[in-house]
């Protein structure tokens, strides 16, 4: 037993409500169980009950064994002056109140259904990837599609923090910090901490200057990459080096420590490639957030990113490799998407946070809906049991559910283990 589970159980009514009695032989009655407190004090505000023929109107603190009452020193305690019922599981000691008055106690261990308590072990077994994978779907449709909204929210309130964060390292400059977040993504999870590295060292304004002059835009981001340190016989990568030795010295670009990583990764995902790419979007679309902003279809933000490297990539997967067959080094719509659901959404939806402004946080929202869904290790995990998955909001939400719901076994917290617990059947 967990006082988790406890506050659940008297939450939910989750027990025999039949002839209830105190441990002192009073009739009891519940009126109203309360509001689960998630602040200091009692763990339930406002509750009401009836005792014998006294209704008594206050708070219920919940215990494992009544003797924690005096080991969390609750008696010496003015947020638990007014306690009208103490809810335990095993009742080792009889309590009283700073004016020594005893509190009515309800023991719950011969009120709560075997199979709850069964079910509740079954979920919090260490065995299954999902706690709950012999119950499911365990929700309705609809129940489903209520959970994932709100799973879909959270993750993006979890992810407008981090945004919020470095708008506000960055001055409150959106534009900055936009852009701070599309380099990390165009590194992928091989190399995002190291391009973003690169974003912090040269600013959005400075690369709006250059925007016309992609060999100069690619310089800045490949020097600063660490790219450009080689010996090289390739003209263009001099050409770079030489641009790149200008530009440096002009801005006064600091030197980052680290380098790109290429091991086990498709071509077409190098990290020069990536550059190069992320280079012609910059020369494509000066205040690339302000677009975005007051773009309303997905179409139109998938087309803003829909570019291409500039010639020498379409020959060229690095500055030393040899000149290989014709290939348009395009930005391809899978990750397009990626950029989307990880970098335009979230950012979006965190300016509409901080503004209040709900109608950003609601066009986010809407685009991830418009989105194919994401096809990862996680989402295959809940497609066995056919849970669905048929958009970007389904798959964020599923995600949510796994890396903070299923992994931390906060079943109690979940919808679909609520529904498992307070399942009669």
């Known amino acids: ?164 964060e470095t708008f506000a390292a960055n001055n409150n400059n959106w534009e900055e910090t936009f852009w701070h977040f599309l380099a990390y993504n165009f590194g992928l999870k091989v190399n995002a901490d190291f391009f973003k590295q690169v974003a912090q060292t040269i600013s959005v304004t400075t690369l709006a200057k250059h925007k016309n002059q992609i060999q100069q835009l690619e310089a800045m981001l490949f020097g600063q990459a660490n790219l450009l340190n080689e010996d090289f016989n390739n003209d263009y990568a001099k050409l770079l080096q030489k641009e790149y030795s200008f530009l440096k010295k002009k801005y006064s670009l600091k030197t980052i420590q680290g380098s790109c990583l290429f091991l086990r990764m498709r071509p077409a995902n190098f990290p020069t490639i990536r550059l190069a790419q992320l280079a012609m979007l910059i020369s494509n679309s000066s205040h690339l957030f302000s677009k975005i902003k007051e773009i309303k279809s997905i179409k139109e933000v998938q087309d803003l990113f829909n570019v291409t490297c500039n010639d020498y990539w379409h020959y060229h997967y690095t500055l030393t490799d040899e000149p290989s067959e014709y290939e348009p080094k395009k930005l391809g719509k899978q990750m397009i998407d990626n950029i989307l659901i990880n970098t335009v959404v979230p950012v979006l939806f965190a300016y509409g946070h901080y503004l209040a402004e709900d109608d950003y946080k609601l066009k986010a929202m809407n685009w991830l809906q418009a989105l194919k869904p994401e096809k990862n290790n996680i989402t295959k995990l809940w497609d066995v049991y056919k849970i669905e998955n048929k958009s970007a909001f389904d798959s964020q939400a599923l995600i949510q559910l796994s890396n903070h719901y299923c992994k931390q076994k906060r079943c109690l917290d979940c919808a679909v283990g609520n529904k498992i617990l307070s399942n009669k059947n």
């Not at 689960?36 to 023929?53: M, R, S, T, V, Y």
């Not at 109107?57 to 020193?73: D, P």
């Open 1 to 164: 037993m967990t006082e988790k589970l406890l506050q659940f159980i008297w939450q939910f009514q989750h027990y025999n409500k039949a002839l209830l009695q105190t441990e002192n032989g009073d009739n009891l009655q519940i009126i109203k169980v309360g509001n689960l407190n998630n602040n200091q004090g009692p763990d339930f505000l406002n509750a009401a009950i009836k005792l014998n023929e006294i209704t008594l109107a206050g708070n219920v603190e919940i215990h494992i064994k009544s003797s924690q009452w005096h080991q969390h020193n609750h008696s010496t305690d003015k947020n638990y002056k007014n306690i009208i019922l103490h809810i335990v599981w095993e009742n080792d000691e009889q309590i009283f109140d700073a004016q020594n008055k005893e509190i009515p106690t309800l023991v719950l261990q011969n009120l709560v259904p075997k199979v709850l308590l069964e079910r509740f072990e079954n979920l919090m077994k260490d065995a299954p990837t999902l706690p709950c994978s012999n119950y499911l779907p365990a929700l309705s449709s609809i129940g489903w599609l209520a959970w994932k909204e709100r799973l879909a929210t959270e993750r993006l309130l979890l992810k407008a923090e981090i945004v919020l």
